[in-house]
Antibody, heavy 118, light 111 residues
Framework: QITLRESGPTLVKPTQTLTLTCSFSGFSLTSSGVAVGWIRQPPGKGLEWFALIYGTDDKRYSASLKTRLTITKDTSRSQVVLTMTNMDPVDTGTYFC??????????WGQGILVTVSS | QTVVTQEPSLTVSPGGTVTLTCASS?????????PNWFQQKPGQAPRALIYSTDNKHSWTPARFSGSLRGGKAALTLSGVQPEDEAEYFC???????????FGGGTKLTVL
């Protein structure tokens, strides 16, 4: 059974760096066909994909956020870590991590609501 | 900037059939964009319904089906149930830039 869970701070100040962890079980992030992605959703708005890491350690970032993002994996801990620098109130929203294979983004975490406010 | 467009809202009667569509600003949606569809209810994480145009997950109810229609990806719900009231998002994969883009979502009301 595949599960994912996001963890990290729920409140950050503007200009600070956000670090989120996605802890997963039920799969191994070691092959090219498996990946973990990050998707966010501002309150009352739609979904935005912005980062992904493959089991090969290949990484993808959305063009709009690329300069602020770093995604890494710790295979031994079954975790994916995302850092986003220079946080702004517009970055407020729920952040989800999701498992991806040839079957698309099939399993999702419950999400973590991050508020950016001074 | 690539934009993926969905109907903002649709209404359907219980037992009826409704089709949601997903268009790409780059041109026709084809299977090469690997359309995915998700259902999201308030306060919940999205739930995957369809991948690679028309493939269902093991948990996807039979009344949901995916297809390509008129240059768009389409999600059809046949025999709509009250519990299908939700927001539906499509997701397209742009292999050239290796990026994924969500549509803005369709709020489906069952009335």
């Amino acid at each position: 059974q595949i599960t994912l869970r996001e963890s990290g701070p729920t409140l950050v100040k503007p200009t600070q760096t956000l670090t989120l962890t996605c802890s997963f079980s039920g799969f191994s992030l070691t092959s090219s066909g498996v990946a973990v992605g990050w998707i966010r959703q501002p309150p009352g708005k739609g979904l935005e994909w912005f980062a992904l890491i493959y089991g090969t350690d290949d990484k993808r970032y959305s063009a709009s956020l690329k300069t602020r993002l770093t995604i890494t994996k710790d295979t031994s801990r079954s975790q994916v870590v995302l850092t986003m620098t220079n946080m702004d109130p517009v970055d407020t929203g729920t952040y989800f991590c999701a498992h991806r294979t040839g079957g698309g983004f099939d399993y999702w975490g419950q999400g973590i609501l991050v508020t950016v406010s001074s | 900037q690539t934009v993926v467009t969905q109907e903002p809202s649709l209404t359907v009667s219980p037992g009826g059939t409704v089709t949601l569509t997903c268009a790409s600003s780059t041109g026709a949606v084809t299977s090469d964009l690997y359309p995915n569809w998700f259902q999201q209810k308030p306060g919940q994480a999205p739930r995957a319904l369809i991948y690679s145009t028309d493939n269902k997950h093991s948990w996807t109810p039979a009344r949901f089906s995916g297809s390509l229609r008129g240059g768009k990806a389409a999600l059809t719900l046949s025999g709509v149930q009250p519990e299908d009231e939700a927001e539906y998002f499509c997701l397209l994969y742009y292999g050239g830039s290796q990026l994924w883009v969500f549509g803005g979502g369709t709020k489906l009301t069952v009335l």
